[in-house]
C-alpha cells in the first residue's frame, strides 16, 4: 500500500523558513492530490493546504500567504515551504494524499519546533 | 471561514454505542469523513463521503450526515476504538477544515 515518509529539520529559528519533503512509496503520484496537515502539540488538525499531481495548489485561507507547496513527480516528492514562522507553528506536520475528499494514508508525521 | 463544531469528550462502557456529532453551517452539502488517532499515532480514515468505510475499518464504524450534523457511531464499543475523534469537511471557500476533536474514552 502507499507510503508517505516526511523529512526535513526538526528545527528552525523565528522569522526563518521551514521547509519539509514528504516521499511517496509503493505508489503512484499521478492522478491524486498531495496535501500537508500540521498539529500543534496537545492540540488538534489543521489543514495547510494541497497539491495536485499537475502542479495546482490550493492553500489554507489563514496560511496562503506564507505557504508554498512544491512537487517532483520524477523523485515521487512533493514538499512543503512555511516563510517567517514564529512559535506558533511548532507542530507536527504530516503529509497524505487526498482521495474521495478524505486524506486516506499519512505519513507518520515530522516534529517542527520553532525556538532560537 | 468555516468552522466544525464537536463535543470535546464523551464516555461509553464497552460493548454500548456511542455517537459523536460534528456540527457546520450546510454541512450536509460538505463531503464530510472522520478519522481516529490515537496516542502518539497519525490520524486513520474511518468514514469518508458521509458513510462509506474504507477498507480494513470495522463495520461498528457508520457515518451520517443530515442538515447540518455529521455523526459518528461507534456499535458495540471496544476498549481499542479509545482515541480522539476529527471530523472534516470540504468547503469551497475554506477548502477543508476540521473539527476541534471529540476525545472518546471506554469506562
Known amino acids: 500500500q502507499v507510503q508517505l515518509q516526511e523529512s526535513g529539520p526538526g528545527l528552525v529559528k523565528p522569522s526563518e523558513t521551514l521547509s519539509l519533503t514528504c516521499t511517496v512509496s509503493?505508489?503512484?503520484?499521478?492522478?491524486?492530490?498531495w496535501a500537508w496537515i500540521r498539529q500543534p502539540p496537545g492540540k488538534g488538525l489543521e489543514w495547510i493546504g494541497y497539491?495536485?499531481?499537475?502542479?495546482?495548489?490550493n492553500y489554507s485561507p489563514s496560511l496562503k500567504s506564507r505557504v508554498t507547496i512544491s512537487l517532483d513527480t520524477s523523485k515521487n516528492q512533493f514538499s512543503l515551504k512555511l516563510t517567517s514562522v514564529t512559535a506558533a507553528d511548532t507542530a507536527l506536520y504530516y503529509c497524505?494524499?487526498?482521495?474521495?475528499?478524505?486524506?486516506?494514508?499519512w505519513g507518520q508525521g515530522a516534529m517542527v519546533t520553532v525556538s532560537s | 471561514s468555516y468552522e466544525l463544531t464537536q463535543p470535546p469528550s464523551v464516555s461509553v462502557s464497552p460493548g454500548q454505542t456511542v455517537t459523536i456529532t460534528c456540527s457546520g453551517d450546510?454541512?450536509?452539502?460538505?463531503?464530510s469523513c472522520w478519522y481516529q488517532q490515537k496516542p502518539g499515532q497519525s490520524p486513520v480514515l474511518v468514514i469518508y463521503?458521509?458513510?462509506k468505510r474504507p477498507s480494513g475499518i470495522p463495520e461498528r464504524f457508520t457515518g451520517s450526515n443530515s442538515g447540518s450534523t455529521a455523526t459518528l457511531t461507534i456499535s458495540g464499543t471496544q476498549a481499542v476504538d479509545e482515541a480522539d475523534y476529527y471530523c472534516?469537511?470540504?468547503?469551497?471557500?475554506?477548502?477543508?477544515?476540521f473539527g476541534s476533536g471529540t476525545k472518546v474514552t471506554v469506562l
Open positions: 463521503q458521509d458513510s
Open positions: 497539491i495536485y499531481y499537475s502542479g495546482s495548489t
Open positions: 509503493n505508489g503512484s503520484m499521478s492522478s491524486y492530490y
Open positions: 497524505a494524499r487526498l482521495r474521495a475528499f478524505a486524506h486516506d494514508y
Open positions: 472534516q469537511a470540504w468547503d469551497s471557500n475554506t477548502v477543508y477544515v
Open positions: 450546510a454541512l450536509r452539502r460538505k463531503y
